[in-house]
């Protein structure tokens, strides 16, 4: 036996063994990847080992966003504009929405920027094993680089939207408290929800391909699940609890409170919130585990 040893499972953890050699030969190692076993074996310290790859994966999908864009990081700026504009004239104006004592379109525009960070970064992380299929089955290395990489794409967007934000803050007159500096700590909070909805987006749109159509469905139904074309009062009292049970709720009313300084923003809501999002980065990153060793063979 020469060379390296794969077997068909590829979430494992290497071990070497001296290789059958003539007598004249020096003492060559070869690795043999085994399945790991247990619902608890997250292996995470395998990210850090593997932190270069990482590195390229999100620079190969930067890349690959803008290659031949006739506007190229324009986009970034326009779409979440245009959404304002849209809101501001059949929410703002027509539908008379309050925005608890601010502009409209900043009050709106505040809650857009985490909320294009989470649904442009789920919206990759669930659909990007299927897309990378060719290198899974190819290579080993941590499958959650793949998904990983896909939530910190949309960073490049946010810093490019969040200049943006700066600019309108100043022309209405807004400037920012100290709770400025909370504020990445919502950012982070936002790139977990994504990174944990779309550990269990990814692993099951490789055993059932109709995930990748209810994506752009879900993202649609939880942008108006979502306090950002109005404020999270207007929600009755007695549904404030299921309401908080959107992870969403408690990062857009950060985002208000860090930016704006509204001081009711932050209430249950959003412990309620950070709870729901644990669980499910918790849940997910054990159920992508547990199925990575089976997504060379399906993919």
């Not at 190229?72 to 504009?85: C, E, F, K, R």
């Not at 601010?102 to 525009?109: A, E, Q, R, S, V």
């Not at 059932?208 to 306090?227: E, G, K, N, S």
């Amino acid at each position: 036996m020469s060379g390296q040893s794969y077997p068909m499972d590829f979430n494992a953890q290497s071990s070497a063994y001296p290789r059958v050699q003539n007598s004249n030969e020096p003492a060559v190692p070869y690795f043999v990847l085994e399945p790991s076993r247990g619902w608890v074996s997250l292996q995470l310290n395998t990210l850090w080992q593997y932190r270069e790859l990482l590195y390229f994966l999100v620079w190969r999908d930067i890349k690959v966003r803008y290659k031949q864009s006739a506007l190229g990081v324009a986009w970034a700026i326009l779409q979440p504009v245009l959404i304002v504009v849209v809101f501001s004239i059949f929410f703002g104006s027509f539908g008379q929405i309050p925005s608890d004592g601010f502009p409209y379109p900043i009050f709106t525009y505040v809650a857009l920027l985490p909320w294009q960070l989470f649904a442009g970064s789920l919206s990759l992380a669930g659909t990007s094993l299927v897309m990378n299929q060719g290198l899974i089955t190819k290579v080993y290395f941590p499958r959650l680089l793949v998904p990983l990489s896909a939530v910190f794409v949309g960073l490049v967007d946010f810093g490019i939207s969040f200049v943006v934000l700066l600019g309108l803050m100043a022309y209405y007159g807004i400037a920012p408290t100290v709770a400025i500096f909370t504020l990445p700590i919502f950012i982070m909070l936002a790139i977990l929800t994504a990174f944990g909805v779309g550990l269990w987006l990814s692993a099951l749109n490789v055993q059932y391909r109709d995930v990748q159509h209810i994506i752009p469905f879900l993202i649609q139904i939880w942008l108006f699940a979502t306090p950002i074309a109005y404020p999270s009062s207007m929600v009755p009292e007695q549904w404030r609890f299921l309401y908080g049970l959107n992870p969403m709720v408690g990062v857009i009313e950060g985002f208000r409170w860090a930016l704006l300084g509204q001081t009711a923003s932050l209430n249950v809501s959003t412990l309620i919130s950070v709870i729901v999002i644990t669980i499910v980065l918790v849940s997910g990153l054990i159920y992508f585990r547990r199925m990575e060793r089976t997504f060379a063979d399906v993919v």
